[in-house]
């Protein structure tokens, strides 16, 4: 075993006083520092361990919600996505570009196509009176649907009815990829 002499001198974890070590495995210079350095370590082990329940916590707490709670985050990122994209173009359906509210008015409704409620080529922008008032004013937005996208894409969408049930994990990377997208999308439009 090696002696006091042979060993080199260490700096305290706790004061940062130099001091010779009477073993390789001492830390501390002096019983007072290892009282002191024991305590912070087991506050942080503490600290961390309540860190990691509060984490596991949120994770149970997010599992117990019920998956329309994830579809309603989603829709709002797509429809934030979609009002932003359209931002100037007016409602698709009347052409108003002095509304006071506009939404993001789908072609085929989620009610009649959930599978559909995040394609962007069924979402574009609608003022709040076509699309409440009026029920979508299906009739003009298809028109002008066919002019923005064409008519092949039209007929596309009114033609999918394979139905759809989403998944928590994909509608994170939707979300995911949406936020991501009207960030892009806001930092396009700030440097114009």
């Known amino acids: 075993m090696a002696t006091a002499k042979s060993l080199k001198p260490k700096k305290c974890r ?53 998956l329309s709670h994830w579809i309603a985050l989603t829709q709002r990122v797509f429809n934030d996505y979609i009002r932003a994209r359209d931002e100037g173009c007016g409602c698709i359906s009347c052409g108003s570009t002095t509304a006071t509210e506009y939404h993001a008015g789908h072609y085929r409704t989620t009610a009649a196509a959930g599978h559909l409620r995040f394609n962007e080529d069924n979402c574009s922008l609608q003022c709040a009176a076509c699309n409440v008032h009026h029920s979508g004013a299906i ?35 939707i979300r995911a990829r949406y936020r991501a997208k009207l960030k892009a999308l806001r930092k396009l439009s700030e440097a114009a």
Request: with cysteine.
């Open 14 to 66: 706790l004061c940062k006083s130099s001091f010779t070590p009477h073993n390789t495995l001492q830390i501390v210079c002096n019983p007072t520092c290892a009282i002191q350095y024991a305590k912070q370590q087991s506050e942080r082990r503490k600290k961390q361990s309540e860190a990691s329940a509060r984490r596991e916590w949120q994770r149970r707490k997010a599992d117990a919600k019920p």
């Open 139 to 173: 009739t003009q937005y298809r028109i002008n649907l066919i002019s923005k996208i064409g008519l092949e894409r039209v007929m596309a969408l009114e033609n999918d009815n394979n139905p759809h049930r989403y998944t928590r994990d994909e509608l994170d990377a």
